[in-house]
């Protein structure tokens, strides 16, 4: 599961790692009292909207304080309003706040005012992503991948999007056109080897794992999925020297200690193994399948102790995962009703 979101995250090149923050629902930004010295700053402004006046609002709000943020764009509701990039300014306010439903409804806004903007569509597709909408997410970017045939992120999402609901032909197809047109992008073949191998054809996923290595020899990425892949073919040896190059290429990578952790005690190395999966949680404190075998581990070892604390904060963090990846659907299933479904 985690090399499929470290995936996610690579191949749909500059997607934002998934905030854990809860959605806020039912804010009402337009009610917030405007910011005097805001609108005074912007008075003697040559246009209502203009490109400068927009420029320095995205630079005010970059923070995270979701109220002090609509009180520096609040002023602007109004002159702005048939404004994309004003939409686009406020989606991302919202986004960086945790309100997703809105920042969804802004990002909407701004598509159907400026219909030509891809990274518009990029980060409405993201914010549904991120929050469970596949649907949503599959129909925003077979639109993209339709209207701007050049923008490889529109088939690497797409074809991601594709595979996590299960379409996987679909998914293949869409890779397949984007290997045509990007022969020497290691992202695309990464992509599709990760398709091939969730098939069962772990060949034809080697293949694609090694042709990503040819074309950039020092992406971390391309050494974790071929080292996966190679453990699942079972030539370990090979598989420990592909995860080994991925971490010292990527040392702050958490999969990369995981997986090679998890080959290592498969070759009975289980005090590498336990300083692998451990380094995995010290970089991510959440990574709930790394203390599952991190339990493992100290069970060989004769630790019974660390083992149960180890099993036991696996099926806490498990637990707790789930009810917040459920709890976050719903709340921002609710914060979009009343607004076009799938946009």
């Not at 629902?25 to 337009?30: A, C, D, I, M, S």
């Not at 320095?56 to 002159?79: F, M």
């Not at 299960?166 to 998914?171: F, Q």
């Not at 695309?188 to 060949?203: D, M, R, Y």
Request: charged share 25%; hydrophobic share 40%; net charge negative.
């Amino acid at each position: 599961m985690r090399a499929w979101t470290v995936g996610t995250v690579i191949l749909v090149l500059t997607v934002v790692l998934v905030s854990s923050a809860s959605p806020r629902v039912g804010v009402e930004p337009h009610t917030l009292p405007a910011d005097p010295q805001v609108v005074v700053a912007h008075e003697k402004e040559e246009s209502a909207c203009g490109d400068a006046l927009l420029s320095d609002l995205a630079k005010k709000i970059e923070g995270e304080n979701l109220d002090d943020n609509l009180r520096v764009l609040q002023p602007y509701a109004t002159p702005c309003s048939g404004n994309a990039e004003y939409h686009a300014i406020r989606g991302h306010a919202l986004e960086n706040g945790g309100d997703w439903p809105n920042a969804a409804k802004e990002m909407n806004a701004a598509i159907k005012l400026d219909p030509q903007r891809p990274n518009f569509f990029f980060r409405l597709a993201q914010i549904l992503y991120k929050n469970g909408d596949l649907g949503g997410s599959r129909f925003i970017l077979e639109r993209a991948n339709r209207d701007f045939p050049e923008e490889l992120w529109a088939y690497l999402f797409l074809a991601t999007v594709n595979r996590d609901l299960g379409s996987v032909n679909e998914a293949e197809q869409v890779l397949s056109r984007a290997v045509t047109k990007w022969p020497l992008n290691p992202e695309v073949h990464i992509l599709l080897g990760n398709i091939l191998s969730g098939t069962n054809q772990h060949s034809r996923a080697l293949a694609e794992f090694k042709k990503a290595l040819d074309i950039n020899p020092t992406l971390p990425q391309a050494y974790l999925f071929y080292g996966i892949e190679l453990d699942k073919l079972e030539q370990t040896q090979d598989a420990l020297r592909a995860l080994t190059e991925c971490v010292r290429l990527a040392p702050q990578m958490p999969n990369s200690h995981y997986y090679l952790g998890t080959v290592l005690l498969k070759t009975h190395e289980t005090a590498k193994a336990v300083e692998q999966l451990q380094t995995a949680i010290d970089i991510d404190p959440q990574y709930a399948l790394a203390y599952f075998q991190l339990g493992k581990a100290y069970r060989k070892l004769g630790d019974r102790r660390r083992a149960e604390e180890s099993t036991q904060k696996y099926g806490l963090l498990s637990a707790q995962q789930k009810s917040e990846d459920a709890e976050r659907g719903k709340r921002f299933r609710e914060g979009l009703t009343g607004a076009e479904q799938h946009f």
